[in-house]
């Protein structure tokens, strides 16, 4: 089975810091997606990856930043955080062969900034 | 732009009855993959059942089908003899490339005993 692995279920943090979210999976897929969720309006979708060291904004990239050093391991990184991105926070993968593939999904990670 | 809507925001069914979520979509695109993705309360996001939009046939994963009607965009979920279990937030989700992926906001249902 695909695991795609958070490295936190709960994090608190204040206004202003900066802030890393880690995810790894385990699948060899080339593909990764970082996605917040909010009640009511679903997955936005904020940063995807294709292949190592490439990255591509999605709906909503301001106030974030994404590392991808290895195929592995997708980072999102809060660059000075703010209480707006108080959020529940998803990361996923697929691969990148064909279109149908779906994605895989990590346990989330639920960020309050304070 | 690629746009998923799910027109109910919360739905309730009875233990072991039928409940359809419906899911419409807007694309000029002719080549696309449709997905259900369900996420029960404080767990993963799991995939439930796709479909290939150049197939008429409607798929099926055991108590999960789907009614797509390509001409009329939509892609509705129908989960028969429903159980506890089935309790969760379940999106609609739209893909038209390996990397272009747009979700619905959600339905979130609850199986009563």
């Known amino acids: 089975d695909v695991k795609v692995t958070q490295s936190s279920r709960y994090l608190v943090k204040r206004t202003g810091e900066k802030v890393f979210l880690e995810c790894v999976q385990d699948m060899d897929h080339e593909n990764m997606f970082w996605y917040r969720q909010d009640p009511g309006l679903g997955l936005r979708l904020i940063y995807f990856s294709y292949d190592v060291k490439m990255k591509e904004k999605g709906d909503i990239p301001e106030g974030y930043s994404v590392s991808r050093e290895k195929k592995e391991r997708f980072s999102l990184i809060l660059e000075s955080a703010s209480t707006n991105q108080t959020s529940m926070y998803l990361c996923a993968s697929s691969s990148g062969q064909g279109s149908s593939q779906p994605q895989h999904f990590g346990d989330g990670t639920r960020l309050s900034i304070l | 732009a690629q746009t998923v809507t799910q027109s109910q925001p919360e739905m309730s069914v009875q233990e072991a009855e039928t409940v359809t979520l419906s899911c419409t979509y807007d694309?000029?695109?002719?080549?696309?993959?449709l997905f259900w993705y369900k996420q029960p309360p404080s767990r993963q996001m799991i995939l439930v059942i796709r479909q290939e939009a150049y197939k008429q046939q409607n798929a099926t994963e055991n108590r999960f089908s789907v009614n797509f009607q390509k001409a009329a965009k939509s892609f509705s979920l129908k989960i028969s003899d429903s159980q506890l279990g089935d309790t969760a937030m379940y999106f609609c989700?739209?893909?038209?490339?390996?990397?272009?992926?747009?979700f619905g906001p959600g339905t979130r249902l609850s199986v009563l005993p």
């Open positions: 989700a739209f893909i038209l490339d390996g990397q272009n992926f747009v």
């Open positions: 694309t000029s695109e002719s080549n696309y993959y």
